[in-house]
């Protein structure tokens, strides 16, 4: 990512069987704030703009869009076999 764009964070939650929302998401410094917060909490950060800008556009407590279904089935299937629950 270039240094003179903004910094973008969104925050996903996800239960099993479930479609992820958007629970929070920011363009600088909220979205280092997000960052922070995450880090403190154990939360797992993966840095992917292009997905980030894409997730960006939905409203928070919204469903992510069928078309991000498999960008973050990716993340979300690497999170959990990380953590050892798949």
Not at 27 to 50: C, K, P, S, W, Y
């Amino acid at each position: 990512m270039s240094t003179d764009a903004p910094l973008i964070a969104v925050a996903l939650h996800y239960e099993d069987g479930g479609v992820p929302t958007v629970t929070a998401k920011g363009r600088g410094t909220l979205a280092e704030r997000i960052l922070e917060t995450a880090r403190e909490h154990d939360v797992f950060v993966e840095e992917n703009a292009l997905l980030a800008e894409a997730l960006s556009a939905v409203e928070i407590d919204d469903e992510i869009p069928v078309e991000l279904y498999r960008a973050v089935a990716q993340v979300i299937g690497f999170v959990l076999r990380a953590s050892g629950r798949l």
